[in-house]
C-alpha cells in the first residue's frame, strides 16, 4: 500500500491516538494549553509498560544499578550547582510585526501564528537579536513569594540523583562501578513547543546516572582492559571510553526489543561545538519520526563535573573511597537519559500501519492496524461472546476473562459483529483475541472447551482448548 504522506500521517496518527484514547491534548475543554498532553485509557497503559520495561531492565535485572524517587521541587542551590540557574537557555527572538516568539535555533519548520501556513523562515518581518530565555518553571514554597522562597520544578531528574549519591551509595553497599536509576517529571518551559508530545512542556524522563571509576584509577590497575576491549561483559576496571560504549549498545538493543526497528534507529556523536563543555563524549539515539530524525535519548560521558560541583557548592564531600585500589576519588558518570513520551511517540508511529483486511462479506477494506510489540501493546488480549444475546455465550466468554485479566490486560467487547470487534481491537493494537462460539459450548462435543484465538498481524485463527489458552497467550506475548 502507498505511504501516506508525512503531515498526513502526522494527522492521522494524532487523530487516532485521540479517536482511541491514547493522547489528549491538555485542558481540551478550556481550548488546550501549549506543549501539555494528557494519556487516556490507552496511552496510560502504554507508557506505563514502557516505563516497566526500562524499570526492569534497568535494576531489576541488573545487580549493579539501584532505583531512586526524589521530589520535582528541590532546594534551588541544586540548580545553581549544576549550572542550570545560569546556563539552561534556548535562544529567543521576537518577531517585530506578529509579536511571536521563536527559538533562534529552531525557525525552520516553526509557522508563522499569524499565518499558520507560512513557515517563520519565509517572513520579512524584522526580528530582535536572539537573547537567553531560562527554560526552568519558577514557583515560590511556602506562603511569601519573595525572591527567597524561589524553587523551580525539575528540568531533568538527574540531579536528584547526584544529591543523594552519598545517601544511595552508603545504604545499598555497592561498589563503584554501580549505577542509580530514575523515573519521573521534568518540565522545560520550551519557548516553541511542538511536533505533538516530541517537545512538550512537561514530560517524564527516564535517566540512568552510572558512576565509574576515573581512568587514572581504572587504568592503574594491572591487567586493566586497554581501549579496544570488546563491551560484552562489563568489567569494573573499564575506563570512560568502554562503558560509555557499552550503555550506547545496551540502550540500543534495548529500544529494539521493544519493537523499534534498527534501520529506524541512527547514532549521532556530537561534535565538538554540541558538546556540553564538561561532556567528554554524547550519543544521541535517534528515531526516524514522520516528522524527521530526532533524539530518543542521549547517553553522555559527563566526568565528575556534578558531583565535584555539588561538592562545592554544598561543602559535603563527594569522595569515594574505593576498597580494591585504596583510592580516594570522585565518581566520574555515564548518563543515557531518555524522555518517555518520545519514547511513547515513537511507538505509536512506528506501529501505525494501513492494511487491507477482508470484511465480513469478503470485500478488502482499508484498516489502520496498530503493530505494536505485544510486550507494549496497551490490551494484550480481547475477549469475546459471539453473541450478545445468548447468556451461556455471555456466561462463558466472562468466565475466560475473568481467567486471563489478572495475568494480562484483557479487555471484554460483547457488542457489534465479531469483524467489527477485531477491526476494533487491531485499531489499538491488541496482539490476540479470544472467541467464545457454540462450539465452546459443546455444539461439537470435540470441541467442548475450545476457542478461537487470533492473531492480529497475520489474521489466522486457530482453535485452542482454554485450558492451554494462557500458556499459549503467555508464550505469544513473551511473558514468563
Ligand atoms: P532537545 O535537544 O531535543 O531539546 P535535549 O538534548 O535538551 O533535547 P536532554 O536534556 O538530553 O534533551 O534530555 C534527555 C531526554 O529527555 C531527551 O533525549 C528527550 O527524550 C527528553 N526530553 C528533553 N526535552 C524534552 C521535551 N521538551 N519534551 C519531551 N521530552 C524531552
Not at 127 to 149: C, H, I, Q, S, W
Not at 254 to 271: N, T
Not at 281 to 286: F, L, Q, R, Y
Request: hydrophobic letters at 35%; aromatic letters at 10%; one cysteine or more.
Amino acid at each position: 500500500m502507498a505511504e501516506p504522506k508525512v503531515n498526513e500521517l502526522m494527522e492521522k496518527i494524532v487523530s487516532l491516538s485521540k479517536r482511541r484514547g491514547l493522547i489528549f491534548q491538555s485542558s481540551e475543554i478550556y481550548g488546550g494549553i501549549n506543549g501539555f498532553w494528557d494519556y487516556g485509557p490507552l496511552g496510560a497503559e502504554l507508557k506505563r509498560n514502557v516505563k516497566e520495561l526500562w524499570w526492569q531492565s534497568m535494576t531489576r535485572d541488573r545487580e549493579d544499578v539501584v532505583g531512586l524517587d526524589a521530589t520535582i521541587i528541590t532546594h534551588p542551590k541544586v540548580w545553581e550547582a549544576s549550572g542550570h540557574t545560569s546556563t539552561f537557555s534556548d535562544p529567543m527572538v521576537d518577531c517585530k510585526d506578529c509579536r511571536g516568539r521563536f527559538r533562534a535555533d529552531q525557525l525552520e519548520g516553526t509557522p508563522c501564528p499569524k499565518k499558520p501556513s507560512k513557515m517563520v523562515t519565509e517572513c520579512s518581518a524584522e526580528k530582535t537579536a536572539p537573547r537567553a530565555f531560562n527554560l526552568m518553571f519558577k514557583t515560590y514554597v511556602g506562603p511569601v513569594e519573595t525572591e527567597d522562597n524561589v524553587a523551580y520544578l525539575r528540568p531533568e531528574t538527574a540531579q536528584a540523583i547526584f544529591v543523594q549519591f552519598k545517601n544511595v551509595s552508603e545504604v545499598s553497599r555497592q561498589k563503584i562501578p554501580f549505577g542509580i536509576c530514575q523515573i519521573g517529571k521534568a518540565f522545560r518551559n520550551e519557548i516553541n513547543p511542538r511536533n505533538y508530545t516530541f517537545r512538550s512542556r512537561e514530560f517524564e524522563q527516564m535517566e540512568l546516572e552510572f558512576f565509574i571509576k576515573p581512568d587514572e584509577v581504572a587504568h592503574a590497575k594491572e591487567g586493566a582492559p586497554g581501549e579496544d576491549v570488546s563491551t560484552d561483559s562489563p568489567e569494573p576496571n573499564w575506563g570512560w571510553k568502554q562503558w560509555h560504549q557499552y550503555w550506547v549498545e545496551q540502550r540500543l538493543s534495548w529500544y529494539k526489543s521493544i519493537g523499534l526497528p534498527a534501520d529506524a534507529l541512527e547514532l549521532h556523536w556530537q561534535s565538538d561545538d554540541e558538546l556540553a563543555h564538561y561532556a567528554r563524549a554524547t550519543v544521541d539515539i535517534m528515531y526516524k519520526f514522520p516528522f524527521g530524525v530526532q533524539e530518543l535519548e542521549g547517553v553522555a560521558a559527563r566526568s565528575n563535573y556534578d558531583l565535584t560541583q555539588h561538592q562545592e557548592h554544598s561543602g559535603k564531600s563527594m569522595e569515594y573511597f574505593d576498597e580494591e585500589s585504596k583510592a580516594r576519588y570522585i565518581p566520574h558518570v555515564i548518563e543515557p537519559s531518555a524522555g518517555v513520551d518520545r519514547m511513547v511517540l515513537a511507538l505509536i508511529c512506528n506501529a501505525y500501519h494501513e492494511a487491507m483486511i477482508p470484511n465480513a462479506k469478503g470485500v478488502p477494506e482499508k484498516r489502520v492496524v496498530m503493530r505494536f510489540d505485544p510486550k507494549v501493546a496497551p490490551i494484550k488480549v480481547g475477549v469475546f461472546p459471539l453473541l450478545k444475546n445468548k447468556p451461556e455465550l455471555v456466561d462463558k466468554a466472562k468466565c475466560v476473562y475473568d481467567m486471563l485479566k489478572v495475568h494480562v490486560a484483557s479487555f471484554y467487547d460483547e457488542t457489534g459483529a465479531i469483524g467489527k470487534r477485531y477491526a476494533r481491537q487491531d485499531e489499538i493494537g491488541t496482539p490476540y483475541c479470544v472467541t467464545i462460539d457454540f462450539d465452546t459450548l459443546g455444539e461439537k462435543a470435540e470441541l467442548l472447551d475450545t476457542v478461537t484465538l487470533r492473531e492480529r498481524d497475520s489474521t489466522e485463527q486457530s482453535r485452542v482448548p482454554i485450558k492451554e489458552l494462557l500458556s499459549i497467550l503467555k508464550a505469544g506475548l513473551g511473558l514468563p
